[in-house]
């Protein structure tokens, strides 16, 4: 039980900056994800909250403490590694007594402890089996298990589910969830997938090159980026741009070069007249509606249509600009029909174009 | 433009078939997927399709041409691969001109049609660079538009864009779709992704173990499955399915399910028509997460159900709740809010349930 910081750290590995004076706090108890594309910098947030590597500059602190200096057994964070290594020829049970038995505890005490985290876990009937003889998600408790056997102040998780199928991956969140909400342990969680961040984070962390974009809840994340990247990076089918101009006197936006005019809500503090920006919408707060509906603002017409069964994605076109719109249920569309599209004020978000910053925000 | 048509296709590896007595028809110019999971004998079909494969027994026509014995260069047929095989020493021009290149096409056509192509793919502005430098998705790109423009009969693909992004996952399906409606070629595209398959296809054929389970449009596999591994594997989340048994209640069809509740349908409904056609009292009750209804707990005709975990996945929110021990979820709109360990009621609407025979898994009543 712990609570992490970051103190303005950075980290370089030779001319590469790779965590760039990251302040971030993890409360207690805490399920945190820390998201971001390929080398963005979140394995090396993990490895120096470890202590295998030092940082540059800035300080990381566990319970309020510095941890400088320290090196990673003194720190008593657990680590669960991408590919949930299990030693194949142990059983459960030997897996689980490993980190005990290399640290000499006595036997009785290890049977005891094993006993007592299986117990936890709901895996006391797996002991005797071998990781072969396990489910995706037996094995992973049992991995989890390995590292709470030592009663860690904290877990570390890098990608721990990345390898298996899309379903089996859908079931292990939930899981490791439901875990760490038993375990009340702070549990941080690198991820290069949205969806799954998403699912299963308290709060998350965004990366861009080593730098943090935004921390916050997965609500607060896809509902109110603060920047392009930011809005860019979560949500599937992703967010619409459109590239224009914010007039603050009529408070709309114009595009720069499609029939593209629409009401904006309250107009943030950095709004420049003619700056260039760009307008972004998520697919599902589109309003699709019959050409000759009045509530419709642009018109557009079909461009695809993408039946998902529970929903439906419809690719529109104004002019040579697609937008993908997300509507439940299976509606029926044919073809370049026309059609009116409704862009509700309270759902628009503005953004500068040239630095990414959040202009408009949504309610 | 071909139509293809496999007849008692079998393919056979020592003692393994990985492709059993397959019929299937694919209508000239359709966008057919063929979808299922690892194993499946999707890519094993497509591969005998393209020539590459040979067939142990059965019958591949293009129109009425039987092409088994025909060597795969002269069948007319296109590819792209997961891994795109570009020539990273060319440029892009290059690549993209090459299959026309190769077969003498005069070089002002050629020109003609590389940037008719290069304009579609929006690849316009690479045109003369180097292929290696190119990300992953440009590379697919390339490889799509290298094989679209010889503009083959047939176009084969095999999971695409199973390496790409997923922002750009999702813009390559409408591409690949707005490409087929131009070209108006017979396009076979081979996936284990469900999505990716109803987005796309025309028709689906779903396979499983080398034995197709079903064929028809998205919106038939989707709504009408043929059986429990069809109706599991279209949707996500899946199609919620809960054992149950029937009980005739008077005029009324009773489904029982045990600690969960009851429901009772009026005898006359479609339901309960259906449901009187079962080989067995012992049926298997599915329903879809996104047509259940959550209400209060302790209403009439409703099942019982405790949440447990509650899902913000972008634009929907998933709520899992435990119906008889049993995960069951349901689908959401965003921002929804429901507190977990809260008992509610869960009604499933009688127009949108499903009904499987508990010992085959076949659907009941399945026209």
Avoid at chain 1, 54 to 63: F, H
Wanted: net charge neutral; with cysteine.
């Amino acid at each position: 039980m712990a609570r992490l910081e970051f103190i303005s750290v950075s980290k370089s590995y030779g001319k590469t900056i790779a965590v760039r004076d990251v302040n971030l706090s993890v409360e207690d108890n805490e399920f945190f994800c820390i998201f971001g594309p390929p080398s963005c910098g979140k394995t090396t947030l993990l490895r120096l909250l470890l202590g295998l590597v030092e940082p540059d500059e800035g300080e990381i602190r566990i319970d309020g403490r510095s941890v400088t200096g320290l090196g990673p057994k003194e720190r008593n964070l657990a680590m669960v590694f991408q590919n949930l290594a299990l030693f194949p020829h142990m059983t459960a049970a030997q897996n689980l007594a490993f980190p005990l038995v290399e640290r000499k505890i006595d036997r009785a005490e290890v049977a005891r402890r094993v006993a007592a985290v299986a117990e936890t876990l709901h895996i006391t009937k797996l002991l005797n089996k071998v990781p072969a003889h396990l489910s995706g998600g037996e094995r992973q408790r049992v991995a989890i298990g390995r590292a709470l056997v030592r009663d860690p102040a904290a877990f570390l998780m890098d990608e721990p589910i990345a390898a298996l199928d899309a379903r089996l991956r859908e079931e292990m969140r939930v899981e490791l969830k439901r875990l760490q909400r038993e375990l009340k342990h702070t549990l941080i969680y690198v991820t290069h997938d949205q969806e799954e961040a998403m699912s299963i984070a308290d709060r998350m962390a965004i990366l861009e090159n080593g730098m943090v974009r935004q921390v916050g809840t997965p609500d607060e994340i896809y509902n109110h980026p603060q920047s392009r990247y930011v809005a860019e990076l979560v949500g599937s089918p992703p967010m619409n741009f459109i590239e224009g101009e914010v007039d603050p006197m009529s408070r709309r936006f114009r595009a720069d070069k499609i029939a593209f005019d629409v009401a904006l809500a309250a107009l943030g503090p950095h709004v420049v007249a003619g700056g260039p920006a760009c307008f972004a919408i998520r697919p599902e707060d589109i309003v699709i509606c019959a050409a000759d509906d009045p509530a419709g603002t642009v018109a557009a017409e079909v461009y695809e249509i993408e039946p998902l069964g529970a929903f439906t994605i419809v690719d529109v076109n104004i002019g040579e600009t697609i937008l993908k719109a997300m509507v439940p249920g299976q509606l029926q569309f044919t073809l370049h029909q026309p059609i009116k599209l409704g862009f509700p004020t309270e759902k628009c978000h503005v953004f500068n174009r040239a630095s990414g910053r959040l202009l408009v925000g949504a309610a | 433009m071909a139509s293809i048509r496999l007849s008692n296709l079998t393919k056979r590896f020592g003692p393994f078939t990985a492709v059993a007595a397959l019929d299937l028809l694919i209508p000239d110019k359709e966008f057919v997927a063929l979808l299922g999971p690892s194993g499946c004998g999707k890519t094993t079909t497509m591969n005998m399709i393209a020539g590459i494969e040979s067939v142990t027994d059965g019958q591949i026509l293009f129109d009425d041409r039987d092409v088994k014995n025909l060597p795969s260069g002269k069948r007319d047929v296109g590819f792209v691969f997961q891994n795109y095989a570009i020539f990273t020493h060319m440029t892009v021009y290059e690549n993209i001109a090459f299959g026309l290149r190769v077969r003498n096409v005069a070089r002002s056509e050629i020109d003609r049609r590389v940037r008719t192509m290069a304009a579609l793919m929006r690849l316009e502005d690479r045109l003369e660079w180097p292929s290696g430098k190119l990300s992953v998705n440009e590379l697919q790109k390339v490889a799509i538009g290298r094989s679209a423009i010889t503009e083959p009969a047939i176009f084969l693909l095999d999971e695409p864009l199973s390496n790409l992004d997923a922002a750009f996952r999702a813009f390559m399906r409408t591409e690949l779709k707005h490409l087929q409606h131009q070209f108006q070629q017979t396009m076979v595209y081979v996936t284990h992704d469900q999505i990716e398959a109803m987005s796309l296809a025309d028709r689906i054929a779903v396979m499983n173990l080398g034995v197709l389970q079903q064929y028809g449009t998205p919106a038939e596999i989707y709504n009408r499955p043929r059986n429990i591994f069809v109706a599991n594997f279209m949707g996500s989340p899946s199609m919620n399915l809960l054992p149950c048994r029937l009980v005739s209640e008077g005029s009324a069809l009773r489904f029982s399910f045990g600690e969960a509740g009851l429901l009772d349908v009026a005898g006359d409904s479609a339901l309960a028509r259906r449901a009187r056609s079962a080989p067995s009292a012992d049926v298997i009750f599915g329903v879809r997460p996104e047509d259940v209804e959550i209400t209060q707990a302790g209403g009439a005709n409703a099942l019982k159900g405790v949440v447990f975990f509650v899902e913000p996945v972008g634009a929907r929110t998933v709520v899992h709740l435990k119906v008889n021990g049993k995960v069951f979820k349901v689908t959401k709109e965003k921002r929804f809010k429901i507190a977990i360990g809260t008992a509610v009621g869960l009604i499933p609407p009688v127009g949108k349930c499903h009904l499987f025979d508990a010992a085959s898994g076949d659907a009941i009543g399945a026209g």
